[in-house]
């Protein structure tokens, strides 16, 4: 359970387990359709080598990261698998992606203009996913008159570009009210349709996340772009209320008591001495504080010990937190910050919950200083 590199007495624990169950239910679900992982952010936190290799062992076809450095670095560990960018990229770095077979995004006619003239000089090809804007307002092709400009280019340097995706994203797929939903899904479409020009055989046309692709198997495409999922998290509570897979929840975060001492009536706790003791108490301190993304706010939320729950009190420290213990426990007992602890049990999403955010966030936010440790049975 120990990393042997490190020493620390915080870590959190990734079950590959669970991220392959996950992976195969999704897999089971759409047995004939592309299924891109997304793996950008340090695989949500979770760790971008062990996660990739877990996820393509159980059936992910391909990886989906948000930038050109993620891609590289994840080509240096898997030279066969497809490796899309689904976030822009700098067309002066074109060819760094054509040499190491990274599929890129791009939308915008200039782009593939100065990515061709690149290209055209080096005798490259680069694979190429078209974005389009249904109504996400953050990347991608929005107008018609972009639509014709990027096919006009496209069609001018077809030894430069192979269209091997065309995609879109949505903003509210995970929410009961689906009119925004069905809208872009519409605009989608008509966009779709003026691409046919520029699409071949090879052509990918992939728009659910994990919220579309439990949701509405029959709006899938060619392909889905799995994330949250692959955590055993779901994108949101309505998802989760009427999903028809269930996830089993990969990450935990735990820690072990540094220290345990007695306070009497009127003593204090951490910096400004907010936390001042109404009657004799026992106090633990954890060595994990908001350096490690366990952030201020978390102040008041609770832990476990031996099953039982502990608040942490007075301000969390970079490095160090203090909890109230229902009785004196020894030095290096276990602390669980999120996941299972006797029988009782701290979900990623009531992390998120208490500091009012989505689940998504909280193991991003957990820093590399805290070493990940996989658990594989
Ligand atoms: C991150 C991301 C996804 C995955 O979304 P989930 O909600 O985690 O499934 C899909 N598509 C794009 C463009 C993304 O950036």
Redesign the pocket.
Known sequence: MELATSFRQTWAEVDLTAIKENMKRIRQRYPNKKIYV?V?ANAYGHGYIPVSEAALETGADAL?V?SLDEAVLLRENFPQAPILV?GWTDPRHVSIAAKSEIELTAFQPDWFTQAAEILKDKREKVKIHIKIDSGMGRIGIKTKEEAYAVIEEVANFSSEFEISGIFT?FATADSFDLSYYQQQLDHFYEMLEMFSPIRTLETQVHIG???ASMRFPDDMVDGI?????LYGLY?SKEVEKISAIQLNEAFSLQSRLAHVKELKPGEHISYGATYEAEQQEWIGTVPIGYGDGWIRKLQGFEVLVEGERAEIVGKICMDQLMIRLPKPYPVGTKVTLIGENGGQRIRVDDVADYLETIN?EIPCIITNRVPRVYLTS
């Open positions: 997304a950008k989906a948000a689904m994203h996340n994990t919220a772009r799995f994330g949250i999922g994108p998504y």
